[in-house]
């Protein structure tokens, strides 16, 4: 039978990958929305843009507040999930253009921002020698869950978008509808601090957190315009060697949801090699192959597909190690406020990069679209490696970096 620990952790994960299905659902219909409101390209950027903003408020606000820590996680978990599930079916229910679309997906962001960190949080309380593996597995659900309106979209064939929204937001309901009554903090809890808005400040001064925080953002540049655009850009080129859209669709999913193998594995080696190490090897990948991914553009489509798999394998199983390793760094008792704080500085930067993205392609065309995005894992790598040759290494990993 398992532990209380791994049926608490793996129910935590069910939530997490249930409840972040609301995240890419506007974005998985871009085509049908694009054709039902005639949207321009950079109208399709801001059905993501969108839930970043609002994600990024929600953070920042739980931040300052530190409502990661003061209020119960599982309950913040649940009813967090339970709103982003009501923001994305009031979409499908009552939306016929972009703007009460944008509103809503302003708000779904909002409200995520109490699943993601919140959850990383609550994985912090029941780990501590395995936290890569933890946090590893709650970023793999994350990612897997991300990538499920892709594989929802098959459903109505790319058409029925309203469908796969409220395929979407009855994910999510459930996601909140476990974490109510099934996960709780572990025995790794702090007790709740006092309200202290300048803690926020201190972490942002704090050296070594700084420098993890810049391997995340270096991260997050690349990560969520692939994310966006990746769907977009298989589309166009299945499209044009007469492949089937529907396997475009379905490689699509793949692509991001191989990233939750890739976070797992990542999370195991984490904690035997080093966090520095394997988020440095991870960005090496994943970066250079956004220099030249776009040359695949209109190639042989199995070439491509596995080429994709493979960054969206690596892209994201760093995720998780950026995030262990706040945690390990932050003060005492503030570990839920660090870990939105990251997140938050994170996503605010992805708002840049996903916009680029069309414009480049306005420009330049697919073969050149993903290049700029390798300047993001280049500062990543610098960072972690000035980390690894800091004293605070042996905070990471158990003292292994």
Sequence with gaps: MLSTKWRTLLLLSLAELLGMAVWFSASAVVPALTEAWQLAPGEQAWLTMSVQIGFVAGALASAVFNLADRIPAGWLLSVSALAAATTTGLIALIANNLTPALVLRLLTGFFLAGVYPV???????????DRGLGIGLLVGALTIGSAGPHLLNLFGNGGEWRVVLYLAAGSAAAGGLIAALFVREGPYRRETPPFNWRQVGVLLRQRDVVLANLGYLGHMWELYAMWTWMPVFLLASFRATGTSTAGARLVAFATIAVGGAGSLLAGRLAD????????????????TIALFIGFLFGASPLLLTLISLLWGF??????AQFSAAVSELAPAGYTGTALTLQTSLGFLLTLFTIRM????????GWRYAFAFLALGPAVGIWAMQRLRHSPARLQLAGGRG
């Design 314 to 319: 690596t892209i994201v199983a760093d995720s």
């Design 119 to 129: 959850g990383m949080k609550i994985m912090a309380t029941w780990t501590d020698e």
């Design 272 to 287: 035997r090699l080093g966090r520095t190490t394997v988020t440095s090897a991870s960005m090496l990948i994943s970066g």
């Design 357 to 364: 993205v069309p414009s480049v392609v306005d420009l330049v």
